[in-house]
């Protein structure tokens, strides 16, 4: 049990007790209308690396457009929290600033992205603190996953390794993963070198090959469009959820059938199902209905 009396160090350790503090990002959850988000630390890591933004805007016409950004800090970099926080904020930011001003939904994704990355180059441009001076440590860096919901278009946009699923309210349709990850196992099997459970087996399966952050390698924003011709719910996530729901059949499974009315309710039992797998990552999930409803209304 936390004393709750002494100093507590960067890392979240009290310096009295020597047990973990509670802090602000542990857990995280808001809903914003009718989509959600939850955030959390997970079983193994001390601290909540992930960060998240959604929000409800609208169109010229009026027409609503719902907005989620998911991004995972680098644990191997410095600040990866920070870099994390910062990313989603920007990227939020920017798809809030252009969507009421008419700029097409994939086209702000795309900016969107340049402003998180933006951001995070910012952080390693920031003073070094004495617990920042780590000659061997990288620029903050993060990955990044968004999705842009309106009444008739869904846009996606991401760098790393973080994942958008779709799946269709009526599942008697597949659902569908809607992103590619910039990662190792992801290119051994786009050069044919591996089938996808030879790579993702493979130790080095999840090594990112694209981030946000000062040391990145030349930035490319991905960006894609979907029109789904029924109902159903977005799902963004980090690979704290989706290790433990890979494939999109296993993603549908997790996801509750009331998951587009009760988004909030939905996130909470996605998290869930993550930490009763095991919990060894930070875990972060946005949930948005498809189309998105009307200005107003909100979860059932």
């Not at 049990?1 to 100093?7: K, L, Y």
């Not at 995070?120 to 968004?146: I, R, S």
């Amino acid at each position: 049990m936390a004393c709750r009396v002494g100093r507590v160090d960067r890392d979240g350790y009290c310096e009295n007790c020597g047990h973990a503090q509670p802090r602000e990002r542990d857990h995280m959850e808001q809903e914003s209308g009718p989509i959600a988000a939850v955030s959390d630390r997970g079983l193994r890591h001390h601290r909540n690396e992930d960060a998240f933004s959604v929000a409800c805007t609208a169109l010229p016409d009026g027409a609503p457009a719902n907005v989620a950004i998911v991004c995972d800090g680098v644990s191997s970099a410095t600040r990866p929290d920070d870099a994390s926080l910062a990313a989603s904020r920007a990227a939020g930011e920017s798809l809030l600033g252009a969507l009421p001003r008419g700029t097409h939904p994939q086209q702000a994704m795309h900016d969107a992205i340049l402003a998180a990355s933006h951001a995070v180059n910012a952080l390693a441009a920031e003073p070094a603190t004495a617990l920042q001076k780590a000659p061997h440590q990288n620029a903050p860096a993060c990955t990044l996953v968004g999705a842009v919901v309106t009444a008739g278009l869904l846009v996606v946009g991401w760098v790393g390794d973080s994942r958008v699923y779709w799946v269709p309210a009526d599942r008697t349709t597949p659902p569908a993963r809607l992103t590619e990850d910039d990662s190792w196992a992801a290119q051994m099997v786009a050069a044919g070198l591996m089938n996808e459970a030879e790579a993702y087996a493979d130790e080095r399966a999840h090594a990112i090959t694209g981030w946000l952050g000062a040391d990145a390698y030349e930035l490319e924003p991905h960006t894609a469009s979907f029109k789904p011709d029924r109902p159903g719910v977005v799902v963004v996530c980090t690979d704290g959820l989706w290790n433990y729901a890979e494939s999109a059949q296993e993603m549908a499974e997790a996801v509750p059938l009331d998951a587009a009315v009760r988004p909030l309710h939905g996130a909470r039992v996605l998290v869930g199902h993550a930490l009763d797998g095991g919990g060894h990552d930070n875990v972060t999930v946005a949930l948005l209905p498809f189309p998105a409803p009307p200005q107003g209304a909100g979860s059932a």
